[in-house]
């Protein structure tokens, strides 16, 4: 009936669209775990899962969780951040929220245009006498300025926490963007570009934290009758692994087939006035986890407009990051929440519209989507 009205004929487009490997290549997994009746609490599937995502992302130490907010949660936790934390409003909520979840106060700090990541130049001005950390976010996964962040930081012995959300595999000059900062933080949910249905994990520089990590995953057991600090119970489950593992394998197309249609939205979209796709800077290794662009004044449409017009189309593009998380009730009451001191995320919340980029996006789908641009 919508479809109808719609004039369309064709099924809805979400903005993404989680890779799902053949189903029977899935079964093996499942009746390994049903021979082994391990289901959780660091199964095999667990341990290979982490073996085998240090060697793909190219870091020493990994802790694998349910989700990523609970591994931003215990990321905190596990280094004692308290008080005042600087961080970006241009994020998912999530980030802000694991901050309230630890009794910590964010304060917000504007972005960079160019990059939509925290702006390093205005991070001194945030610090005060109750400051300890900094989570910044590689938003689209395009890496923050981590030379700037990491010399303030050092500077004020302050911790840095990066929201690596987005950035699974990606690396830059020196290799991966996960080993910056103190700790990085990733989600496989089913939304990113690597998923294990829900999931996340903390990328660690060394053995002692990942094991202080381990422990405050498992409610803070040290061993069978020892608990040391009130862990939450962030345990990634054998089948959320077994299922990582068997998705790592198929990485290399999915990868390559989000490049492909990152670089045909970019080549056709660059024509038309008024639409600003965002660079990608910093990285010597995109993953393409998604296709921002900027609906700018000149473009005839406005971005809420363009946004109901594909909607409209049965194509679900998203605003993201649209509110702020500074405008959601809970922070807005926070001085350094006020839009007035936020002036390049506002902006940027304005104008924002992610299109539709994942593996099995077929090519005319694409071109429709490019063409439902282009017709104003
Ligand atoms: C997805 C996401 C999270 C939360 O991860 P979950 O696995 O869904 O809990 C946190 N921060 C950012 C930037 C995200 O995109």
Not at 11 to 31: D, G, H, S
Not at 109 to 132: C, F, K, M, V, Y
Not at 238 to 259: C, T, V, Y
């Amino acid at each position: 009936m919508r479809q109808a009205e719609n004039n369309t004929g064709s099924a809805p487009i979400y903005v993404t669209q989680p890779y799902l490997p053949p189903l029977e290549e899935f079964i093996p997994y499942l009746e390994k775990i049903w021979a082994n009746k391990v289901l959780t609490n660091g199964g095999p599937y667990h341990q290979l899962l982490e073996e085998a995502l240090c060697e793909y992302l190219g870091v020493e130490h990994i802790a694998l969780f349910a989700n990523g907010t609970l591994a931003l949660v215990t990321a905190l936790q596990a280094l004692r951040v308290t008080g005042e934390v600087i961080t970006t409003p241009y994020s998912f909520v999530a980030t802000a929220h694991s901050l309230l979840w630890q009794n910590c106060k964010p304060v917000f700090i504007d972005i960079e245009s160019t990059t939509l990541n925290l702006d390093p130049a205005r991070i001194e001005a945030a610090i005060t006498q109750e400051t300890t950390a900094i989570i910044p976010v590689h938003c689209y996964g395009n890496p923050c300025d981590t030379d700037a962040i990491q010399k303030i930081a050092d500077n004020y012995n302050l911790r840095v926490i990066y929201d690596a959300a987005h950035t699974f595999g990606v690396q830059d000059a020196g290799g991966s963007v996960l080993r910056h900062g103190d700790l990085s933080v990733l989600s496989f949910h089913a939304t990113k570009v690597f998923n294990t249905f829900e999931g996340g994990a903390i990328i660690c520089p060394d053995a002692k934290t990942r094991q202080r990590i381990n422990h405050l995953k498992n409610f803070g057991f040290v061993d069978e009758t020892t608990v040391v600090a009130a862990g939450i119970n962030g345990k990634m489950s054998e089948i959320n692994a077994a299922f990582g593992l068997l998705q790592l394998q198929h990485m290399p197309q999915i990868m390559q087939r989000r490049a492909e249609i990152d670089m045909f939205y970019r080549e056709k979209l660059q024509a038309i006035k008024g639409i600003h796709c965002l660079p990608q800077a910093g990285q010597t290794v995109a993953n393409h986890s998604y296709f921002p662009i900027l609906v700018e004044p000149d473009y005839p449409l406005s971005r809420d407009a363009l946004y109901q017009k594909l909607k409209d189309h049965n194509i679900f593009a998203r605003r993201y990051f649209y509110p702020l998380i500074t405008d959601f009730p809970m922070y807005r009451g926070i001085p350094s929440a006020q839009r007035d001191l936020l002036p390049v995320a506002t902006a940027a919340a304005q104008k924002v519209l992610c299109l539709p980029i994942y593996p099995n996006l077929i090519s005319q789908d694409q071109d429709r989507i490019i063409e439902l641009i282009m017709e104003v």
